[in-house]
């Protein structure tokens, strides 16, 4: 994570929020000066060397510091991805909650509450909370008699059941927490995971060239070779946080629980709204269903002494599947989004992160083993619910208006980007335009010819409701499936590739990239009007382009187009390049071309969006400031959950419009690490 003002002052206010102000200055001291040691963060913030190891010990434990020993002098150094994590616990545990049910969050808000923690502290933490929840009960009269409501359509009195979302048991907490490992949301802490990427990168690169090239590195082939070695010392250094995971799956126990989840316990996207469709696809709640006890039998219990943490990088990718299927709720509708929430909970089940490292994921053997490449449809089928109708939000069309070619043509290579070589010119086109054309009038079949139909009552021809359908209407669950298949693969936004028979794939970069350029038309056209899109779209679309051209395809006044576009580059959206036209640098003979650079744009908005958030956390803190005497009011035992109940009516006023700013700032800063997540993480 590239660290700017912005960004560093937005970490320091995040542990300021959750851990106190004593850590957020520590880490605000190394984000600025960099790694240094005990006496040189004395120097900086003017500690002693007590509060020093309290504000350091609270920030190793919640992994957001790096530290290494040499000669027994400790450097530390800031850790701001984890620290810019933390803003994002809240979409963390809903998307836990959806995955594997209330349990499961709950384990996982433990866990981030207590930072890294050995499994036997967790376990003693949790049969402290069970025997207090059984002594309880024991004391609790109420139980023997159940607590009744009176039901308003019949009358009849009916017994309220209160949820339970409490783990009951040890062997229940073991089944959960070997479920996460499973889904690689949680990992194994070992010696390697307080060290920096860079440390361990030099530290992987000097014990390649001790133990294979003592003379050096020597030739293209050599060097080669020497990438290769580096990379699968870095892979296998990596793998060690997964250790716990293969200990799992190579348990027998372990493939029989993954079967017997599949059938048990779904609530996933039943319902089919984007959060089901996202992770709930699967849906396991097995540890409260009725085969709960089986389950957590077939386990393996974990080693007591085994550190655990969580992986954010896993959960990044889980919350991309979940950015993507409500895109395609919203464009394409629910049931297509659950086809495609189900294809990439397959595609993404071994892929560890959103972006691949190129010294650890690109090497001359080929990559990293990152999961699938395709999926095929029995495979989709298999792990589709049988209680989701696949024939909703599909089009019938007549088969005579269909060309099957075009519509199921194999795509076995990604879209590359386009490339803007030469200007479009009048004449005749160039050999790779009619090759192009010649390959796009191929798709279709040469005996296709559009036979009239009857037009509705609204000139429309492609009917959603059955009625009296024909038979080549008529299909069966692998069709239905294959349509979503087509209709996501055949979109504008290119949800999904045909890569092969009956296999597909999904392309992230591209994708990605046209939600990149969507949400940055969105901040263009709030800020520089539909002119102002109309122009970037025009330039994105053609590339670099003088005044004079731009203005001919815009239809715009001269003045009115310079005005905009001076407007459009003080807010960074467009830039500008001089070309001369001879040897001689002369301003009035040279050419100016507009053009816009995506990943400059992109930047931009990262720092607005830091800013933004810092903003609004500095703002909620002005609110706390000047509402403390009703906030210190409220924290009072005797008056906490019964605010409305003993406050005086003005108190209460005053402690409502608080919450309601709260909730307010909290969103904004939510809706911007949306954009955040898309523009640096996704």
């Not at 050995?118 to 008699?145: G, H, N, P």
């Not at 090497?363 to 490449?373: C, K, L, T, W, Y």
């Not at 194999?410 to 200007?423: D, H, Q």
């Not at 005086?648 to 904004?668: G, I, M, N, V």
């Amino acid at each position: 994570m590239e660290v700017t003002q912005n960004a560093a002052e937005l970490c320091a206010l995040l542990i300021d929020e959750l851990y106190g102000e004593l850590p957020s200055r520590i880490f605000a001291v190394l984000l600025s000066r960099g790694r240094s040691n005990l006496a040189q963060l004395a120097q900086y913030t003017s500690m002693n060397p007590r509060q020093l190891r309290h504000g350091l010990a609270v920030l190793i434990q919640y992994n957001l510091l790096f530290h290494q020993s040499d000669g027994g002098n400790t450097v530390y150094e800031a850790n701001a991805a984890f620290a810019y994590n933390l803003i994002r616990t809240g979409k963390i545990l809903e998307m836990v909650e959806s995955s594997f049910g209330p349990v499961a969050k709950d384990v996982m808000q433990n866990l981030m509450i207590s930072g890294q923690t050995r499994v036997s502290d967790l376990l003693a933490a949790y049969q402290i909370k069970i025997d207090r929840t059984k002594a309880a009960a024991e004391q609790d009269m109420d139980i023997e008699f159940p607590e009744f409501k009176l039901n308003g359509v019949n009358g009849n009195y009916h017994e309220v059941k209160k949820p339970d979302h409490q783990v009951k048991s040890t062997a229940q907490l073991n089944s959960i927490i070997c479920r996460l490992v499973e889904a690689e949301l949680i990992d194994v802490v070992h010696s390697k995971s307080f060290q920096s990427p860079d440390d361990i990168v030099k530290e992987a690169e000097s014990q390649v060239v001790a133990n294979y090239f003592p003379n050096g590195v020597k030739g293209g082939k050599g060097k080669a070779e020497y990438e290769q070695k580096v990379a699968e010392a870095l892979r296998k250094i990596r793998s060690e946080s997964k250790s716990l995971k293969r200990k799992l799956e190579s348990n027998g126990a372990a493939s029989k629980r993954r079967k017997l989840f599949a059938g048990i316990g779904q609530n996933g996207a039943s319902n089919g709204t984007a959060n089901g469709t996202a992770n709930g696809s699967n849906g396991v709640n097995g540890a409260n269903g009725a085969n709960g006890a089986h389950e957590e039998e077939m386990d393996p219990a974990l080693d007591p002494k085994q550190v655990i943490r969580i992986n954010y990088e896993k959960c990044l990718v889980d919350l991309r599947n979940r950015r993507l299927v409500q895109f395609v709720c919203d464009t394409l509708g629910e049931t297509t989004g659950y086809v495609y929430g189900v294809l990439l909970r397959i595609l993404t089940k071994q892929l560890s992160r959103c972006q691949l490292d190129p010294r650890l994921d690109i090497a001359e053997d080929g990559n990293e083993n990152q999961g699938p490449a395709s999926v095929t449809s029995n495979e989709l089928l298999d792990n589709m619910k049988t209680s989701i109708d696949l024939s909703l939000g599909i089009g019938k069309a007549a088969k005579n208006i269909i060309s099957s070619r075009a519509a199921e043509k194999i795509r076995e290579n990604p879209p590359k980007p386009k490339l803007f070589i030469e200007a479009a010119v009048d004449g005749d086109a160039s050999a790779d335009e009619s090759e192009s054309d010649d390959d796009e009038s191929s798709d279709y079949d040469s005996d296709f010819e559009e036979q009239p139909a009857a037009p509705a009552a609204n000139g429309s021809k492609v009917k959603f409701a059955d009625g009296a359908a024909g038979k080549e209407q008529r299909m069966d669950r692998p069709m239905q499936l294959r349509q979503h298949l087509l209709l996501l693969s055949e979109s504008h936004q290119h949800f999904l590739r045909h890569c092969g028979t009956n296999e597909w794939t999904v392309d992230f970069g591209p994708l990605l990239q046209i939600q990149r350029e969507a949400e940055l038309d969105a901040v263009i056209e709030r800020t520089s009007g539909k002119d102002g899109l109309r122009l970037v779209r025009i330039l994105r679309t053609n590339g670099k382009m003088d005044e004079k051209a731009l203005q001919n395809i815009a239809l715009m006044r001269k003045g009115e187009l310079q005005q905009k576009m001076l407007e459009m580059q003080r807010a960074g959206f467009v830039q500008i390049q001089e070309v001369p036209r001879d040897n001689k640098a002369d301003v009035k003979k040279s050419l100016f071309l507009w053009y816009v650079d995506l990943e400059s744009s992109s930047t931009m908005m990262l720092e607005t969006s830091y800013k933004s958030m810092v903003r609004c956390l500095q703002v909620l803190e002005v609110l706390r400031q000047k509402e403390k005497d009703v906030l210190m009011l409220t924290k009072r035992t005797d008056v906490k959950g019964r605010e409305k109940d003993v406050m005086r009516k003005e108190y209460f006023d005053r402690y409502s419009r608080f919450q309601a700013h709260e909730k307010q700032l909290f969103a904004q800063v939510l809706r911007l690490d949306d954009l955040v997540a898309l523009l640096r993480d996704f």
